[in-house]
Structures are given as structure tokens and as C-alpha cells.
């Protein structure tokens, strides 16, 4: 007589693999005046610009990378808000 086991080797659970935390990549480039964050890892599949800054989106519409176009602009622009 056999008896079946919960705990045997065969219907324990495989661990799925831990997930690598995604950090945060700044590129920011002076001579070209141009900043790029990128926030969430993806492919870009689609791209709008919202005030000079660029904002793409993955194939579920998630944000996953900002960047800006004119950073003396925007910086401009913050001052004189201010």
C-alpha cells in the first residue's frame, strides 16, 4: 500500500527566481543639453512630448524613461516661475 505524501520530493514548489531590483539610470549630457531618466526597465514602444520632455511608454502604457530635451530651457523656465 502506498501512500502519498504532501511533503515528498515531487510536490514540493520550485521557488521562482528572485527579482533583481531595477535602479534608477540618469544620463544627463551638458555639451548637447539633454537629460535622460530611465526608471522602469522596457522597451519603449510608444513616445509623446509634454512641455519639452519626452515621456515613453512600454506596450501596457507604463512610463519608463523620461527625458529632457532642453535642460537651460527648463531651468529658464523654473527661475522665472519662481
Keep these: 500500500m502506498g501512500h502519498n505524501n504532501r511533503n515528498d520530493s515531487i510536490r514540493k514548489k520550485i521557488k521562482s527566481p528572485a527579482r533583481k531590483s531595477f535602479r534608477p539610470e540618469v544620463y544627463v549630457d551638458q555639451d548637447s543639453d539633454f537629460a535622460s531618466i530611465k526608471i522602469a526597465p522596457g522597451i519603449e514602444s510608444k513616445s509623446y512630448v ?17 527625458q529632457v530635451l532642453n535642460l537651460s530651457e527648463l531651468a529658464l523656465r523654473k527661475t522665472t516661475a519662481a
Excluded at 52 to 64: H, L, P, R, T
Design 50 to 66: 509634454k512641455d519639452g520632455i519626452v515621456f515613453c511608454e512600454d506596450s501596457k502604457g507604463k512610463i519608463i524613461e523620461i
